[in-house]
């Protein structure tokens, strides 16, 4: 079982910055793939961004392609989205999940830890 932490959300006004962190511990020999997903009031769960275990493979929603920026640090089991250029519709909960898969997914179903998520609110 691997927990998942995220920290970094806040109301921030748009055009603004946040970065995320998801912090991993217990079984992460078990997470190759790391994303981060989102949920806004009344919508359904959906994929924002996803990182290989290198780092080398990243796959993004488009609707925050050229925005968003995942990364990870393996030595501190951690990953990290930078959101530039908010906009009032990336208001959501934020959530990490972890996959034992090799190549990154958009697909909910295919992560198997999933934090507690962090709150960002984008003002107009």
């Known amino acids: 079982q691997v927990q998942l932490v995220e920290s970094g959300g806040g109301l921030v006004q748009a055009g603004g910055s946040l970065r995320l962190s998801c912090a991993a511990s217990g079984r992460t020999s078990s997470s190759y793939v790391m994303g981060w997903f989102r949920q806004a009031p009344g919508k359904e769960r959906e994929f924002v961004a996803a990182?290989?275990?290198?780092?080398?493979?990243?796959y993004y929603a488009d609707s925050v392609k050229g925005r968003f920026t995942i990364s990870r640090d393996n030595a501190k089991n951690t990953v990290y989205l930078q959101m530039n250029s908010l906009k009032p519709e990336d208001t959501a909960v934020y959530y990490c999940?972890?996959?034992?898969?090799?190549?990154?997914?958009?697909?909910?179903?295919?992560?198997?830890?999933w934090g507690q998520g962090t709150q960002v609110t984008v003002s107009s």
């Open positions: 999940a972890a996959s034992a898969l090799r190549i990154a997914s958009s697909r909910e179903g295919e992560y198997h830890s």
């Open positions: 990182i290989s275990w290198s780092g080398g493979s990243r």
